[in-house]
């Protein structure tokens, strides 16, 4: 018999191959073969949650949580918004649940930690409430998920400056608060520029962002010297 923590290693292994298949079922438009793949995800807990995987990629590691989440997006596409927002909410209340010390230092996707991670499932959540014409609720998640990003992450970190422009988005498409839309892609861009940079892509988010505020207000010349200073860089 193999020890343990190579059973254990194997299973790792196993789910993020069968996360791959996952992908390329999806890049397919294979929904429902998607779907069933993260299901076989979702029931493997005790691979997912083992002590030795505790010690292998930081305490309590929430791979299942990213499976739901991912979940959740398949359901989305399928059309099922009731199925994805249970899910989502369902991995936003797990997150918060693991936001304790030493959780807060072990890294994920990319650089983010588990306030990262936290942030980008509320801005998801916000989405699907958008799309299902909650226009109110999404405010408040995207509020909040703004909230949470300036106070773990900082007003200067690209997650923040993400949600700044999903909240200004539904801000000005959906409650037509355009003042307010306007003054949070101006501070975004205006972060952005100082701390990222002219051409990194969050700035570059906030500055389509607030030319097409500009649009709707019907400032046609700012939005075409947005659009300009854009295609220089």
């Not at 990629?57 to 739901?68: M, Q, S, V």
């Not at 998920?145 to 909240?167: D, I, Y």
Request: hydrophobic letters at 40%; one cysteine or more.
């Amino acid at each position: 018999n193999l020890p343990a923590h190579l059973i254990t290693f194997w299973s790792i292994s196993q789910l993020n191959f069968v996360g791959w298949l996952v992908q390329c079922h999806l890049d397919q438009g294979s929904i429902s073969q998607a779907e069933t793949l993260y299901y076989e995800i979702l029931a493997n807990k005790q691979a997912m949650n083992g002590w030795y995987l505790f010690l292998i990629n930081g305490p309590g590691l929430p791979r299942l949580i990213f499976a739901k989440r991912d979940l959740s997006t398949v359901k989305h596409r399928a059309g099922n918004f009731e199925e994805s927002e249970r899910l989502a909410l369902e991995c936003v209340q797990e997150l918060k649940r693991r936001c304790f010390w030493p959780m807060t230092k072990v890294k994920f996707s990319g650089d983010l930690t588990i306030h990262g991670e936290l942030v980008r499932t509320m801005i998801w959540l916000g989405m699907i409430k958008r799309d299902q014409g909650r226009y109110k609720e999404a405010k408040s998640a995207f509020s909040e998920a703004l909230r949470l990003s300036k106070e773990k992450l900082g007003c200067s970190h690209p997650t923040t400056l993400e949600v700044m422009v999903a909240l200004a988005d539904c801000l000005k498409s959906d409650l037509c608060l355009y003042d307010e839309a306007q003054a949070l892609e101006s501070e975004a861009l205006e972060i952005g520029r100082k701390v990222l940079g002219p051409k990194h892509h969050e700035t570059l988010r906030a500055m389509d962002s607030l030319a097409d505020s500009s649009l709707l207000r019907g400032d046609f010349a700012g939005a075409e010297r947005i659009h300009s200073e854009v295609l220089v860089l």
